[in-house]
């Protein structure tokens, strides 16, 4: 009796280990998908009270306050979309949402950010979050042009392209690389050069693992290098292979090796001699 009555419980312990570890198998398969899911089901119990404007490829969710802007919001989107998409040869299944924040604190609200967090654009799990325009552009400047050349958009949609490509396998450095380099391409815009004095370069590693924490502005011009050195050693065809490689499941490393026929250490070692 006794062996029976520790068997039934060591059966049910091992169908319930058997669950959690099939759960824990399918989120790690489709994690992407599953906070996706969640972010969007979130986003839009917060933004309830919000308007809603459909295009061909964007929900646009926004305040009264910013009914003005929407039409060029949402042309500069479209425009955004057919431009970055034909550049990296992709286009997303589904339309996205773009939340347009009134100011700077509900945009870093809905992050959970401090207050004074400062940002005209962010991209996260499948929702691009604008700043009003209102809020950082002049209002003697011609202002749609300004959102258009100056604004987020096609920054935060390289962002997308690359998240949907890669299923979330991706380094922080390499995304901001490309956004930079697609938005430098295709409006001519760039960050201003940076202004500390410091000579040493980041690390793939450092830029990897405490991206937030390095200064930014050298964090970022750093990461265009790298994208930039990558296309003009290798062509920019090796950039579209490796998010290919990265979205099949591959390493950073292998990816490397598999479209441009070097590892993530040379890569470094041939950056630095021309980034020093």
């Given at each position: 009796?006794?062996?029976?009555?520790?068997?039934?419980?060591?059966?049910?312990?091992?169908?319930?280990?058997?669950?959690?570890?099939?759960?824990?198998?399918?989120?790690?398969?489709?994690?992407?998908?599953?906070?996706?899911?969640?972010?969007?089901?979130?986003?839009?119990?917060?933004?309830?009270?919000?308007?809603?404007?459909?295009?061909?490829?964007?929900?646009?969710?926004?305040?009264?306050?910013?009914?003005?802007?929407?039409?060029?919001?949402?042309?500069?989107?479209?425009?955004?979309?057919?431009?970055?998409?034909?550049?990296?040869?992709?286009?997303?299944?589904?339309?996205?949402?773009?939340?347009?924040?009134?100011?700077?604190?509900?945009?870093?609200?809905?992050?959970?950010?401090?207050?004074?967090?400062?940002?005209?654009?962010?991209?996260?799990?499948?929702?691009?979050?604008?700043?009003?325009?209102?809020?950082?552009?002049?209002?003697?400047?011609?202002?749609?042009?300004?959102?258009?050349?100056?604004?987020?958009?096609?920054?935060?949609?390289?962002?997308?392209?690359?998240d949907d490509i890669t299923g979330g396998n991706y380094s922080r450095w390499f995304t901001e690389g490309i956004a930079q380099y697609v938005e430098?391409?295709?409006?001519?815009?760039?960050?201003?050069?940076?202004?500390?004095?410091?000579?040493?370069?980041?690390?793939?590693?450092?830029?990897?693992?405490?991206?937030?924490?390095?200064?930014?502005?050298?964090?970022?011009?750093?990461?265009?290098?790298?994208?930039?050195?990558?296309?003009?050693?290798?062509?920019?065809?090796?950039?579209?292979?490796?998010?290919?490689?990265?979205?099949?499941?591959?390493?950073?490393?292998?990816?490397?090796?598999?479209?441009?026929?070097?590892?993530?250490?040379?890569?470094?070692?041939?950056?630095?001699?021309?980034?020093?």
């Amino acid at each position: 009796m006794s062996a029976f009555k520790s068997a039934v419980p060591y059966k049910s312990g091992s169908i319930l280990l058997l669950i959690i570890l099939l759960l824990l198998v399918l989120i790690s398969r489709n994690s992407q998908t599953l906070v996706r899911a969640w972010v969007a089901q979130e986003t839009s119990w917060k933004t309830a009270h919000y308007m809603q404007k459909d295009s061909e490829h964007f929900q646009i969710r926004y305040s009264a306050v910013d009914g003005g802007y929407i039409k060029v919001i949402e042309d500069t989107a479209e425009d955004a979309y057919t431009r970055v998409s034909n550049l990296f040869g992709y286009e997303p299944s589904e339309k996205t949402t773009i939340i347009v924040y009134p100011d700077s604190v509900s945009l870093a609200k809905s992050f959970g950010w401090e207050k004074d967090e400062k940002a005209m654009g962010v991209y996260w799990a499948g929702t691009i979050r604008l700043l009003s325009p209102q809020q950082w552009i002049s209002p003697i400047n011609d202002w749609p042009a300004v959102f258009a050349q100056e604004g987020p958009m096609y920054h935060e949609f390289a962002h997308l392209l690359v998240d949907d490509i890669t299923g979330g396998n991706y380094s922080r450095w390499f995304t901001e690389g490309i956004a930079q380099y697609v938005e430098k391409k295709i409006t001519g815009f760039e960050f201003p050069e940076p202004v500390s004095q410091q000579s040493s370069v980041y690390t793939f590693k450092q830029l990897e693992k405490s991206f937030d924490e390095l200064d930014q502005q050298l964090a970022y011009r750093q990461s265009l290098q790298a994208v930039e050195f990558i296309i003009d050693k290798y062509g920019e065809e090796s950039l579209w292979n490796i998010l290919k490689y990265l979205g099949q499941g591959n390493s950073m490393d292998e990816a490397l090796i598999k479209s441009i026929d070097i590892d993530y250490s040379m890569l470094e070692q041939e950056l630095y001699t021309v980034v020093i």
